[in-house]
C-alpha cells in the first residue's frame, strides 16, 4: 500500500472532512476520493460511509486509526536513522500562548533554528485551550501553554517552565483616576482591555471583580497583546497581565501596576505532548531548550 495514502487518511481524521484534508495536503478533493477508495480496495472493507453531507469514519475506519498511526510513527523514526539534528529536515506542529511567544520564545526559536536549520517549524499562536485539545487528539506536536487551563488528567505529559506573576496595569494617568480597586460595589468607568473569554488572565480578573462586585464600564477585547498594552498606554483602559509580557514598560513608567486583592496570582507555563507520543531527535530538542533552567 503507498504509504501516501495512510498519510491522507490520518489527515481526514485530525481535520475532521475531505474537503479540509484536501486543503492542508494540497490536494483536488478528487484525488482524496480516488486514494481512499484505493485504500478500500486494498483493505477489502469500507473507511468511510456518508451520513447526510458529511464522510463518517465507518466502525472499520475507526479501528484501523491507531494501527495507521502506528505505522507512520515508525515510518517517522526510521527518517530519523543515524541523523544528527543538523541533518534533521522534518517538520513539528506547535501551538504556543501569545503572551509565551512574544516575549519568552523568540530567543528558544532562535537557538532550535541553529541547531537544526533544516527542520521546519508550523507555529501558532493560540488560546491554551485549543492548545490543550490538539494535543490531546494529536494535531499539535507539542504545545507551550498554561497548566492553569487543567482538564487534560494524563493524557498529556508536561514539563515546567516557570511560574509568573500577572498584575492589573494601567497607564499613570488612568492610575491617578482610578486607583481603587480593593473597594467592593463599586462602578469604576473605564474599560477593560483583554483578549478573548478564554483567555486564563481574563477569567481570572472577571472572576475578582464579580467577587468584589466591581462595575466596569465595558471589555474592549482584542487578540494583539502589543495592541492591548499600545491601548492601555494611551489611557484608553486596563488590563491583566503576566508581569513579564509588559516589565519594559513598567520600567519606561508608561504603564503602572494597580493594587488589588488578588494576592500572588500567578500562571504556570509548561511545555506539553500527548503522552503517547513518539519523540523524536526534534521534538526532543526542543524540549529541551524550552525546559533548560
Known sequence: MDFK????FKTIVEEGSFIKAAAKLNYTQSTITFQMGQMEQELSTKLFEK????MMLTKAGKQLVPYVNDVLTSVNKMRYFENDLAECQGDLQIGIAETQLCYKMPPILKEFHQQAPNARLFLRSMNCYDIRDELINGTLDIGVFYENVSGYGSNLITIPMGTFPIILVASPETKNRYPDFITPDQKIPISF?????NSIFRQLFERYIREKSILLDHTIELWSIPTIKNLVKSS??????PKFSVQEELDRGELVEIPTDLFNVQVS???GYHKNKWISPLMQAFIDLCTAK
Open 5 to 8: 495514502y495512510l498519510y491522507t
Open 51 to 54: 451520513i447526510g453531507r458529511r
Open 193 to 197: 482591555i483583554i483578549n478573548e473569554p
Open 236 to 241: 484608553v483602559g486596563i488590563s491583566f497581565l
Open 269 to 271: 507555563a509548561v511545555c
